[in-house]
């Protein structure tokens, strides 16, 4: 109990009065009372300086008067507040004893009034030196474990990453194959195009042609039938004996026909 109270007498000494808790790098003033460096800073920024000496403010705990360029950084209360620190951290809160104690059903530090009371009575326990090589064993364990998991994970992940890799150079030439298909394709379509539209071409000019020639024909015949026309009709102007004597045997063809071989429907 003793050293409880010790504890608390180092506490309140280590405290600063301003933020109330533990001093953040002490420094101390005139007076004596020290504060944490940001503390003090702020309380000097916050109020105004003695108008009657410039820069000088008062203790916010003796009211003493300090300049503002005053402030000493404490090096002896800071390493007390680090050695306290680290003191209290192996302290029981409750009963200011030391925690060398480990209660395995709850998984708690002990101190020797702890272990006593009705709350642990029943529970395994074992000083810290005991219990801890086998929680470190457990856990360098589980350490080992995760490591082979994570190297399995790696593997797995570089597995994939070599898949990806494979995939993207795979579909890359796909794509580049199908492309050259196409390519040949059109290369073969846009010949054959060109070939089937030739031979139209050329087809049409040769039915063209010969429809042309079928024209040149009719025209001969037509002007030879329209020559015959005339003559014939000529012949029918005739007087009676001219036109009789124009159908004498010396203007007949060789079938006898006085018509003309053009003209005549047995003759044609
Ligand atoms: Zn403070
Ligand atoms: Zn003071
Ligand atoms: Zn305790
Ligand atoms: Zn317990």
Redesign the pocket.
Known sequence: MASAIFIKKLREEATCSICLELMTEPVSINCGHSYCHLCIVGFTGNQSADTSSPGTFHCPQCRKPFQSGSLRPNKQLRGMIQTFKEMNQSMCNEHGEQLHLF?E??G?L?CWCCERSP??KG?F?ATVEDACPGYREKLQKAVTKLKFTESIYMQLKLDTTQKISSWEKKIKHEEERIHSEFTNLHTFLHQEEEFYMHRLEKEKEQKLSRLQDNVAYLDNKLEELKNGILELDKKCQCSARNFLQGLSYQSRNTRGCFFGTAYCEQCL
């Open positions: 209660c059903n709850d708690q002990l709350q642990h529970h326990t």
